[in-house]
């Protein structure tokens, strides 16, 4: 009785050390299932000296890029390369009027190797944003050149519209855009080998701050802790990483287990904090095949439109 009591103790070590250290899937047999992985925040944005409550949904899905245009495939043939893209759009009211903001990035997954411009797989080919809000329409895009990004931007202000810019890479480090860090701080891509990171500045703040693109540099920190501010709603064990500036702060907390989701993220301007998000519900779907009345059922199991779990 004792030697079967000992064996079952030694099955069940066994089985708990194969779970802890089960190997993560691959990044294709993971996210090349023909699903998004969509998942909604529950937002408190700064904006105009108030804390706004806003909501905001992640759309994580890879495509085809087609490489000499830096825009979507239509069939996936000819110059190509695969690319995982994230649009967040983020809605929030200030006052009687709303803003309706949305940000797209596209990390590498293979190299680039072109006459146009070169890059390595997990940089980031190309950045768009717009922003809607009663005064106006707002629109930057940021596209990868071999020596660092060209920037557009277009504006309703006499002063911000029809710029163009080049942002050079720095010999001090990696130039990363800013919003490419939703995607690079789950490191699904490629892990983040580097102490430091040369950011350029994100394109939804450039508006919102109403100054030019720039880049700042700012120091990798990882913590097995999470930090104190965070108030857990994720049922798995967490982790954080924070890329830390002079004056720009981004701060998340991942989910240990692959896919890595963001639990909780803040982004901090000095010491004030400009935006804080916290996982609400997360699902993976063709949600662009999920177009008919029948489907909206979807947007419920979200938490959108104001049915919140």
Request: with cysteine.
């Amino acid at each position: 009785m004792q030697l079967q009591f000992r064996l079952l103790v030694l099955v069940i070590t066994l089985l708990c050390v194969s779970t802890l250290h089960a190997k993560a899937p691959s990044f294709w047999s993971w996210w090349g299932d023909g699903k998004a992985e969509i998942s909604v925040y529950d937002v408190q944005q700064s904006r105009y000296g108030e804390m706004r409550s806003a909501e905001q949904v992640f759309v994580y899905v890879t495509e085809p890029m087609n490489i000499p245009k830096q825009v979507k495939s239509d069939n996936g043939k000819g110059e190509v390369v695969n690319v995982l893209k994230l649009n967040r759009m983020k809605q929030f009211n200030t006052g009687i009027y709303q803003y309706n903001t949305m940000t797209s990035t596209f990390a590498l997954l293979d190299n680039v190797r072109h006459s146009k411009w070169q890059a390595r797989k997990g940089d980031f080919a190309k950045v768009t944003m717009t922003m809607q809000e009663w005064c106006g329409t707002a629109f930057e895009q940021m596209n990868r050149q071999t020596n660092g990004y060209t920037v557009q931007e277009n504006s309703y202000f006499e002063s911000e519209g029809d710029r163009n810019t080049l942002l050079t890479i720095p010999p001090s480090s990696p130039l990363v855009p800013a919003d490419g860090l939703f995607t690079l701080a789950r490191e699904l891509v490629q892990p983040i080998e580097h102490a430091k990171l040369t950011l350029v500045r994100s394109a939804e703040y450039t508006r919102m701050l109403h100054i030019a693109p720039d880049v700042f540099e700012v120091s990798v920190v990882r913590s097995e802790d999470v930090p104190d501010w965070y108030d857990s709603h994720s049922q798995e064990e967490c982790t954080s990483i924070s890329f830390v500036g002079k004056e720009m702060t981004y701060e998340f907390v991942i989910e240990k287990q692959y896919p890595h989701k963001i639990s909780a993220y803040r982004v901090l301007r000095g010491k004030s904090l400009m935006e804080e998000g916290y996982l609400r519900t997360s699902m993976r779907e063709p949600y662009w095949s999920q177009n008919s009345n029948a489907n909206e059922f979807l947007r419920k199991k979200l938490g959108l439109d104001g049915n919140k779990k």
